[in-house]
């Protein structure tokens, strides 16, 4: 994943959860904008789980050694001689 994309994607997930856990001081439980607002904030919570898992996911990728077509078939140990 492209940095910058992830560090967009962190900041709206963040944006979301702060703003809408602010909003729980100010909705009155029980009503339509208190579930709006649980569900932002678990739409916040999954977004950022997501963007942790995929930068998780890129960092493993990105540290693998590359392979070549010589390395496929061949064997870690030395051939013996007779």
Known sequence: MNPEVGLAATRLALFLIVAAGLMLFVVQ??????VVTVL???????MLGLVALLARLGSVISHRPPSTAED??????PPMRL
Do not use: K, R
Request: hydrophobic residues 35%; aromatic residues 6%.
């Open 29 to 34: 439980p029980n009503s339509a904008e208190f």
């Open 40 to 46: 932002t904030i678990g739409i916040g919570l999954a």
């Open 72 to 77: 496929e078939g061949a064997d870690d140990d």
